[in-house]
């Protein structure tokens, strides 16, 4: 039995507030999302430890820059509601046995002065609804993009985190290719 999950990172919503005076030269917007490599992450379960522990990232990584006048956060989520099977709609999978850790590689701090990060240590689960990954500290989080750079690493089925708590084996899901969108919205933060 092999499932094939990929998770398509290919939509993006920028939420840009009135241009003011800026620190980044024209013509660039006030926020700036770039995402440098990882559009499209694929994870295949064909060993039996797989459907039992999960896939910990090894090489699944998104690595994005966020350069930006304002303060900031980044929020993710699906497009859909569950993850449906390719073969078949019937075939159907939880969001929540996606998770993301995010690592800051960039010289804004994620130690809550600058960045609040909350999937530093543990990952956080996929929902269809808006899911704030990461915002403004007690500093500022504004800069250029090599200040705010970071890789998400995506993991599946390792039930750590709030990811779903239950094996892909203990789930009994069905063999599939299993696809979605995942949406990064940065919008000024409160």
């Not at 896939?55 to 859909?80: C, E, H, M, P, Y």
């Not at 909350?118 to 990952?123: C, E, G, N, R, S």
């Not at 704030?132 to 800069?143: F, I, Q």
């Not at 705010?148 to 039930?159: D, K, P």
């Amino acid at each position: 039995m092999k499932v094939l999950i990929k998770i398509l990172i290919i939509s993006l919503v920028l939420v840009f507030s009135k241009l003011q005076a800026q620190d980044i030269p024209p013509p660039n917007p006030t926020m700036v999302i770039s995402i440098l490599s990882g559009y499209s992450i694929s994870f295949l379960f064909d060993e039996i430890d797989e459907y039992n522990n999960g896939i910990l990232n090894q090489g699944q990584s998104t690595f994005i820059r966020i350069g930006a006048v304002l303060d900031w956060k980044l929020q993710f989520k699906a497009d859909q509601t569950i993850f449906y099977g390719d073969d078949s709609p019937t075939n159907q999978m939880e969001l929540n046995n996606v998770g993301v850790v995010i690592l800051s590689i960039g010289t804004n701090q994620d130690d809550g002065s600058n960045i609040i990060n909350y999937a530093k240590v543990l990952p956080i689960a996929l929902e269809s609804n808006d899911v704030t990954l990461m915002t403004k500290g007690t500093s500022s989080n504004r800069g250029y993009e090599n200040r705010n750079s970071f890789s998400l690493n995506w993991e599946m089925g390792t039930m750590r985190g709030n990811m779903n708590n239950l094996s892909l084996m203990e789930q009994m899901l069905v063999s599939d290719t299993y696809v979605l969108n995942i949406v990064l919205t940065l919008s000024p933060a409160n």
